[in-house]
């Protein structure tokens, strides 16, 4: 166990993959310099052939990612920012996710994309979407959203090793979050949620960098009696139903928080979901806690009216709970 | 080149199987016999079963919509292709894919592919895999002349070139994509010009003359594995149907191409041209000619009696074949 940054979780993982199976390898926009530290490194130790600079052409090198995974390796490929998802959008989602079933099962895409997504402070509209509900809806696609550095690391682990397409998404104001991360093979299953926190009062699910901050909330609530149960889905396809419907069922009440937009968000299905299978346990409407629907701001004020901060969080959860 | 006796009758068989197996496709579809739509490639059969016979088995080829010839040219059993396009379990793809993405994933077939230019990348990331794997095997990919407009297409030649990725790029240029002539939306006349934007060697063959085919992408497969990179390999060819079966039912008979044109391409239709050349320069005799017609057209009524026999899916089959596991 050792105390590291969220970046060097993700180094950790892929180092630890690639160094497992030979058949790994990672391509993408800057990963031998490893611009953001995720990939710093690699380039040493596995060579040229397998750590590749690709072309700032997301469809290409995207396109080949699936077809390199198609054709029996295992590419980890890094999407710089996940908004330049959509220069890519038919590789991932008429490709990546589909083959396979257009197939009947013949093909097997065992490919990990890696993006940074969400307000980090500055970047703007076109470099802080948080759009992995553009692809929830798209049958044959993993979605995992760590929420700290242990997880990234086990989830990422996971990822690689799993035969399915995968996306991990990174937040990338976690970046410098830091905590102690498992040395060595540490695995966390795709598929299984996190109890943060146990409390009775009401469920509080967060998705990805919403988690430390639904995490303080609770902290802070549980001094003024809410007992707050924190639930962290880590993976929203396949989402592990079981484990919200139980806390629901304990609590009565539900606040989701998520960074995604309101209308159509990763919110929105999980809302659905508890809306048609627990509803005679709910004392209280689902509250949801997202960004607004606009654009991602650029101007520091309007960015972080934009997206959902702490205090919001603590309203919802006392809205919900009627305090 | 030298090319031996059993070569160049596969080749032959392979031409015979397309036209049959496409010829049947379009008649039963006319008939509403099969579900949706099919692009059929009768008149292009040289180029698919060219390139496919410069390969080995363990090289991989990407298709597209048009991609029943390629399959063929690859191996596939026209048993189950046909029970594909009809819908049945017994299918490729246990039907879940249809006429437009029958594939054989152990022929080394990548996926035919329903969106245009969806197969380059893909192909640029076989070709790299073989890279990765330390293996010499090389992949073809089919794509039309419409794909070469299509951002994939310059995306995924710079980067097999870059890389130098053992892959052949191979555009069956047939003159029209869906309904618009080429050379309204294209800014070159040839689409091998266009290796030259990526340095590349850009290599143009009569697409309906399979040796000439033949002989041109095994110099491209020899580059390819000697670590030389990619060649966008140019046949000129021509589709005698139109782009969907059917389709003069909403645009006409002489809709976009006159009929005078589609009788000249007939004229220099590539089975005929090679059963000359079959006849004449290579000694073949006509009787084994007809022995392979004879044995194609009994292999394709065996095809198209399992495919009507077979049972269609059971409907617990919609959840299965989505992720592993």
């Not at chain 1, 696609?141 to 989830?155: C, N, Q, T």
């Not at chain 2, 579809?29 to 496919?52: D, M, N, R």
């Not at chain 2, 039309?144 to 870059?162: I, K, M, P, Q, R």
Request: proline content about 4%; charged content about 25%.
């Amino acid at each position: 166990m050792s105390e590291i940054y969220f970046t060097q979780a993700i180094n950790q993982a892929l180092f630890e993959e690639m160094e497992r199976d030979p058949l790994t390898f990672v391509m993408g926009e800057d990963v031998v310099l490893g611009a953001f530290g995720a990939t710093r490194g690699l380039i040493d130790k596995f060579g040229a052939k397998r750590v590749r600079n690709t072309p700032i052409a997301e469809a290409g090198f995207v396109g080949a990612a699936v077809g390199a995974a198609m054709a029996g390796t295992r590419p980890i490929c890094e999407v710089e920012f996940a908004s330049f998802f959509y220069c890519a959008f038919d590789q991932v989602c008429n490709q990546a996710a589909k083959l396979r079933y257009m197939s009947g099962g013949q093909a097997k895409m065992p490919i990990t994309f890696r993006a940074v997504y969400g307000a980090m402070g500055g970047a703007a509209a076109q470099h802080s979407e948080t759009v992995y509900a553009q692809f929830l809806s798209v049958a044959g696609l993993k979605l995992v959203v760590p929420s700290g550095p242990a997880d990234m690391k086990g989830l990422l682990k996971s990822a690689i090793r799993d035969d399915d397409p995968v996306i991990v998404f990174e937040h990338g104001a976690l970046g410098r979050t830091k905590e102690d991360v498992p040395d060595g093979d540490y695995l966390v299953p795709l598929g299984k949620a996190a109890v943060k926190r146990e409390g009775s009062d009401v469920t509080l699910i967060a998705i990805g960098a919403m988690v430390p901050k639904a995490m303080k909330v609770a902290e802070k609530l549980a001094k003024q009696k809410i007992s707050v149960e924190v639930i962290d889905p880590r993976t929203l396809v396949p989402l592990d139903e079981e484990t919200i419907l139980n806390s629901v069922a304990k609590t009565n009440r539900v606040v989701i928080a998520d960074e995604g937009h309101l209308r159509g968000g990763a919110a929105a299905d999980i809302a659905a979901i508890i809306a048609e299978k627990a509803f005679d346990s709910l004392d209280a409407p689902i509250k949801r806690i997202t960004a607004l629907d606009v654009p991602i701001p650029f101007s520091p004020p309007l960015e972080r009216a934009a997206v959902p901060d702490d205090a919001e969080v603590e309203a919802g959860v006392r809205a919900a709970v009627g305090a | 080149m030298d090319v031996g006796k059993d070569k160049l009758l596969e080749m032959y068989r392979s031409m015979q199987r397309i036209r049959e197996f496409e010829s049947k496709v379009r008649d039963l579809s006319l008939a509403g016999e099969i579900p949706g739509f099919v692009h059929v490639s009768i008149g292009e059969e040289a180029s698919s079963t060219g390139v496919c016979a410069a390969l080995r088995k363990t090289d991989r080829i990407t298709s597209n919509h048009r991609g029943h010839g390629h399959l063929i040219a690859k191996g596939g059993t026209l048993k189950q292709m046909m029970a594909e396009i009809f819908g049945k379990k017994t299918g490729y793809c246990k039907g879940k894919g249809g006429s437009m993405h029958i594939v054989d994933y152990s022929l080394g077939i990548l996926g035919a592919n329903g969106i245009v230019g969806a197969g380059l990348p893909i192909a640029a990331g076989s070709a790299l895999a073989a890279v990765i794997a330390g293996k010499d095997d090389v992949t073809a990919c089919f794509f039309g002349d419409g794909a070469s407009n299509e951002g994939t297409f310059h995306e995924s030649l710079n980067l097999a070139a870059v890389w130098k990725l053992p892959v052949i790029f191979v555009c069956e240029n047939n003159g029209f994509g869906e309904f618009t002539p080429m050379q309204t939306v294209t800014s070159v006349r040839d689409i091998a010009q266009r290796a030259k934007a990526y340095n590349i060697p850009g290599v143009i063959v009569d697409g309906n003359n399979v040796m000439e085919v033949y002989q041109a992408t095994s110099e491209a497969v020899a580059r390819a594995r000697a670590g030389e990179g990619p060649t966008l390999l140019e046949c000129k060819t021509y589709r005698w149907e139109g782009h969907v079966v059917g389709e003069q039912a909403f645009i006409g008979e002489e809709g976009y191409r006159q009929k005078a044109e589609i009788e000249e391409w007939k004229r220099k239709c590539p089975i005929i041209r090679y059963e000359q050349f079959l006849l004449s320069d290579a000694k073949i005799s006509k009787a084994e000619i007809t022995r392979i017609v004879d044995e194609t057209r009994a292999e394709l009524e065996d095809a198209v009696k399992f495919a009507r026999e077979s049972a269609l899916p059971d409907v617990s089959e919609v959840t299965t074949d989505v992720f592993v596991r």
